[in-house]
């Protein structure tokens, strides 16, 4: 019902930024609340950010908190993250995720339905 493609990864200094860049199709955009999720090697999939459908409403892991901040621009079908400051440990694929319910546990993967393929984000030291 919603195809998910992340673009925007690459190879970064540490304390550099990236805008990583999540476009929708089907389903309706507006509808879904959207989530960036990460995993690095050997490690679980982890919570990131979440912008509610609206866009009035985010949520921040405090790892990232300060540094990252999720967006959507409706029109383009189209959620962002913006990675500031990062930093090695920012290192992993990064995912982008929708969920068709209101509420919920968000920072959980099992609470989406449609997760998008991953990019690539790597942060030198």
């Known amino acids: 019902q919603v195809q998910l493609v992340e673009s925007g990864g690459g190879l970064v200094q540490a304390g550099g930024s990236v805008r990583l860049s999540c476009a929708a199709s089907?389903?309706?955009?507006?509808?879904?609340?959207m989530g960036w999720f990460r995993q690095a090697p050997g490690k679980e999939r982890e919570f990131v950010a979440r912008?509610?459908?609206?866009?009035?409403?985010?949520f921040h892991a405090d790892s990232v908190k300060g540094r990252f901040t999720i967006s959507r621009d409706i029109t383009k079908k189209t959620v962002y993250l913006q990675m500031n400051n990062l930093k090695p440990e920012d290192t992993a694929v990064y995912y982008c995720?929708?969920?068709?319910?209101?509420?919920?546990?968000?920072?959980?993967?099992?609470?989406?339905?449609?997760w998008g393929q991953g990019t690539q984000v790597t942060v030198s030291s």
């Open positions: 089907g389903g309706t955009f507006s509808s879904y609340a």
């Open positions: 912008i509610s459908s609206s866009g009035g409403a985010t």
């Open positions: 995720a929708a969920d068709s319910r209101p509420g919920g546990t968000y920072w959980y993967t099992a609470e989406y339905d449609y």
